[in-house]
């Protein structure tokens, strides 16, 4: 018997290397008159090519992004969006970017487009993050959901090998709490095993050649697809983790998660009995854990939190803060394993 909820997204997506150049068509077809656009320091040229082909549209720029969206950035942006009167976001840039308009539209119910150019899947969701006083505050909006995205893999091109690979893995970390996630559709379980095996075929290839574009495409893919399944189903302990280590100790997002990944999916087995199982084949490996902690390992991400920037002594701490959150057993425990970064067994 079937039970599962989908959370259905809406948004128009379109992928290919080249889209950049469909941005302006898409701009024009939602009908705006007054561009801002928000873009990390990294995608500065993009962003200046595609104001450039929008010309007298762009009324706004927003140039700094942050991880986990400051509170003081929000507050400038929404200040910015509300007196140069704009009626589209379009964000260019990573998860930071993506975060940093969906904190713009929460306040004002501006649509947004988005321009991804890492793995972290953020542009596909309803969810948005604001960060303040050492605590993150998330929440759904459906409202926050670009409207339209524009995946182009040729601005991927120029993600470092370490970005890379924490991103992907941040991408894989999405993928791998949908398949246990509860009540998850059936579609949902079906496109995660699919974008994991298309981020295991494609990073290491993206790692051992960056310019790789057919590696660049397969990885972008997976990300979207981790990205439209975080999107439609719920996330589990680690999400919870990453959440609580991100916020309160500033550990670096897409690092954290390829470094806690290994130990929740560990930790999970027993609870998530035979789910698992199809993803480990997606990795090909015997077990998910450990497939996931190999993955990390052949392509240069962090499978510890030592190597991320946790200190040994927070580790009681931040297993207090995510127990608080809804207490689970052995948090402790999976915080102290993901610390050391022995291979699960
Ligand atoms: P990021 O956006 O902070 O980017 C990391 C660094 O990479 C930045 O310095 C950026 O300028 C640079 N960069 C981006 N694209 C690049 C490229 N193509 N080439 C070279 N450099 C590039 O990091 P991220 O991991 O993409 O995003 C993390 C943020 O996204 C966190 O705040 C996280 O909470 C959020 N996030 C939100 C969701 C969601 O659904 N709301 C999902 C995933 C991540």
Redesign the pocket.
Known sequence: MRDFVLDQPGGRVVFGAGSLDAVPGEVRALGAERVMLVN????RTTAETVAARLPGLVVARVGR?A???PEHLAADAVRLARESGADLLVCV???????LA?AVALETRLRILAVP??Y???EM?P???LTGDGRKR?GRDPGVRPVCVVYDPV??L???PA?SAA?GM?AMAHLVEAVYAPRVSPLTVTAAIEGAGALARALPGVVRDPADLAARDEALYGAWLA?WV?GTTTTGIHHRICHVL?GRYALP??ATHSAVLPYATAHNREAAGPSLAPLARALGAEDAAAGLWDLAVSIGAPTSLAAVGMRERDLDEAAALVAAERPVAGVRDLLRAAYAGARPS
């Open positions: 990390d320091r990294h995608s992004t991880t986990h969206v840039g990573g998860g930071s970017a993506t975060g969906k150019t890492t972290a899947g953020s969701t969810i948005w993050g998330t601005l991927t120029g993600l470092p970005l991103s941040n990205g975080l991100g997002h897409a």
